[in-house]
């Protein structure tokens, strides 16, 4: 167990629908990053937050959007979805505002399955 | 932007063989490396990583040397298990906002 939790596990809609994934960090960790996961293209990053400020912007569609709450919990909103979002989508933290130096933790991600 | 270059699987191997998946970087100067590994229906999970040039990082038997030179950082075991069967992704920490992934290689290891 990673510590990092996310939810829903699995999550199945229809095209134009809009959808909220959410993750809590483990404990102590301030930064959380959104990847997304998919068959043909590997693992893309999407966007990072360090204390609740956007940190850094990957490849993240303009329909897609992210916050990062007090408590430090997450939340990555996607609209107007198209049959190409179906993947995986994976929330990581870590203590350390620059992820490239230290161990990212990883949930277990979330299976997004439009229609 | 910085990428990061695997071998593409699927690697199918006998239990006990060797197993070697090469890895190569494009980042400049001295980025961290790691290898993730991520098992059926989990999330990633770090398994070794390397911060400076000739460094070896090793875990569960797995090992991979920074070869700075080469921008290599290559997984080998000497002796695989039925339970490695996994993806495994190699990454670099090169930028300090993120951390980029290959595409991930899966090893399937048969009795």
């Known amino acids: 167990d990673s510590g990092v939790t996310q939810t829903p596990k699995h999550l199945i809609t229809a095209t134009g629908q809009r959808v909220t994934l959410r993750c809590s960090p483990r404990?102590?960790?301030?930064?959380v990053y959104w990847y997304q996961q998919s068959l043909d293209q590997g693992l893309q990053f999407l966007i990072q937050?360090?204390?609740?400020?956007?940190?850094a912007k990957g490849n993240i569609l303009e329909r897609f959007s992210a916050q990062q709450f007090p408590d430090l919990h997450s939340e990555l909103n996607l609209s107007s979805l198209e049959l190409g979002d179906s993947a995986l989508y994976f929330c990581?933290?870590?203590?350390?505002?620059?992820?490239?130096?230290?161990?990212?933790?990883f949930g277990e991600g979330s299976r997004l399955t439009v229609l | 932007g910085n990428s990061v270059t695997q071998m593409e699987g699927p690697v199918t191997l006998s239990e006990e063989a060797f197993l070697t998946i090469n890895c190569t970087y494009t980042?400049?100067?001295?980025?961290?490396l790691f290898w993730y590994v991520q098992y059926p229906g989990e999330g990633l999970q770090l398994l070794l990583k390397?911060?400076?040039?000739?460094d070896k990082g090793s875990n569960k038997g797995f090992e991979a040397t920074y070869r700075k030179e080469t921008t290599s950082f290559h997984l080998e075991k000497g002796s695989v298990q039925v339970s490695d069967s996994a993806v495994y992704f190699c990454?670099?920490?090169?930028?300090?906002?993120?951390?980029?992934f290959g595409t991930g290689t899966k090893l399937q290891v048969i009795p």
């Open positions: 990581a933290s870590s203590v350390v505002a620059s992820a490239g130096t230290g161990e990212l933790f």
């Open positions: 404990s102590g960790d301030l930064s």
């Open positions: 937050y360090y204390n609740g400020e956007e940190r």
């Open positions: 980042a400049t100067g001295y980025p961290s």
């Open positions: 390397a911060t400076k040039a000739d």
């Open positions: 990454a670099e920490g090169g930028g300090y906002q993120k951390v980029t």
